[in-house]
């Protein structure tokens, strides 16, 4: 949400950056809340350099912290959601994704492959691409435009 308080943003813009360079800031990270990492996925104001950031974070909540092994498949599959598959790397979704079982869980082949075509499409076409409502449906399994 954009209604952070001004002492909370700058935590939001710096976390997922710096979290996995600075063990102090990691060992925090993944011994937060469930809300707070579903609010720090969620935000516009949280900045990373390649959404492979986020999913690391993510992946190092869920697997390396004493909330993150506790919670439900439906709740790995929510936080995943929040997760821009499209603007992963391809090599990270072609030699990552398949290997972390969790994830392989949480998705179906078909959102692999989206988010892989996405990756590798050339500059022109993911502009025409973004310019798709991304809001997941039945008929259109993709994922949103990156905030």
Same mark, same amino acid.
């Given at each position: 949400? @954009?209604? &952070?308080?001004?002492?909370?943003?700058?935590?939001?813009? *710096?976390?997922? %950056?710096?979290? /996995?360079?600075? +063990?102090?800031?990691?060992?925090?990270?993944?011994?937060?809340?469930?809300?707070?990492?579903?609010?720090?996925?969620? @935000?516009? &104001?949280?900045?990373?350099?390649?959404?492979?950031?986020? *999913?690391?974070? %993510?992946?190092? /909540?869920?697997? +390396?912290?004493?909330?993150?092994?506790?919670?439900?498949?439906?709740?790995?599959?929510?936080?995943?959601?929040?997760?821009?598959?499209?603007?992963?790397?391809?090599?990270?979704?072609?030699?990552?994704?398949?290997?972390?079982? /969790?994830?392989? +869980?949480?998705?179906?082949?078909?959102?692999?492959?989206?988010?892989?075509?996405?990756?590798?499409a050339s500059?022109?076409?993911?502009?025409?691409?973004?310019?798709?409502?991304?809001a997941p449906?039945?008929?259109?399994?993709?994922?949103?435009?990156?905030?």
């Amino acid at each position: 949400p @954009s209604n &952070h308080s001004p002492l909370v943003r700058p935590l939001l813009l *710096l976390l997922l %950056l710096q979290v /996995w360079g600075q +063990e102090v800031l990691r060992d925090e990270f993944i011994n937060l809340p469930l809300a707070a990492v579903q609010c720090l996925l969620a @935000s516009d &104001h949280t900045a990373v350099a390649a959404e492979n950031t986020a *999913l690391v974070a %993510l992946a190092g /909540w869920i697997e +390396e912290g004493p909330l993150g092994r506790t919670i439900t498949a439906a709740q790995r599959k929510q936080l995943l959601s929040l997760i821009r598959l499209p603007y992963l790397t391809s090599s990270f979704i072609g030699d990552i994704l398949h290997s972390v079982s /969790w994830i392989r +869980e949480s998705l179906d082949t078909r959102q692999l492959l989206n988010a892989f075509q996405f990756a590798v499409a050339s500059d022109s076409t993911r502009q025409r691409l973004a310019t798709y409502d991304f809001a997941p449906s039945a008929a259109t399994p993709h994922y949103r435009c990156p905030r």
